[in-house]
């Protein structure tokens, strides 16, 4: 796939771009093939695009007295942040190879944890299968955490 002029968020002038087309353009297939050879894990459309831009935003700005040399620098730079970022988000370390300490989740696996439900929809329905006043002593004792006395003097009994 190859770039055409970029389209940067200003209109670019007659002027730019027949500067890009003479001046910058003619490198594009050495300078991906750089890239693929320098960074082959960067995607290399990006990093050209993404160096068009930089180039015709500096090129209105100053004057550049190489185009070819000031291309393969902000290429260089852009894919260097890029590899760098994307260094950061992944690790080449699998999960399960990690440190315990690493690890963040130290609770119960899937198959506890639907254990545990099961078991409380289990007594959830055997307490409400009580009659109303053995309901509501253990709603207080399970619930609410109270004990026998704290129960009987709540309920007067």
């Not at 050879?37 to 990006?46: E, G, K, L, N, R």
């Not at 944890?113 to 006043?133: E, H, I």
């Amino acid at each position: 796939m190859r770039a055409s002029v970029p389209a940067p968020h200003s209109p670019v002038s007659p002027e730019q771009a027949k500067w890009f087309a003479e001046q910058v353009h003619p490198h594009e297939a050495r300078l991906r093939g750089y890239l693929r050879h320098q960074f082959p894990s960067v995607d290399t459309d990006d990093v050209v695009q993404e160096s068009y831009l930089r180039l015709l935003r500096t090129h209105g700005a100053s004057r550049i007295t190489s185009a070819k040399t000031y291309l393969f620098s902000i290429a260089r730079n852009t894919a260097l942040t890029l590899f760098r970022r994307r260094r950061q988000l992944y690790s080449e370390v699998p999960v399960n190879e990690l440190p315990d300490w690493l690890v963040l989740d130290g609770g119960p696996d899937a198959a506890e944890a639907a254990n545990c439900r099961l078991r409380l929809a289990l007594v959830a329905d055997a307490v409400d299968a009580l009659p109303p006043r053995c309901r509501e002593i253990m709603v207080l004792a399970l619930v609410d955490g109270l004990g026998a006395i704290a129960i009987a003097e709540k309920l007067a009994l």
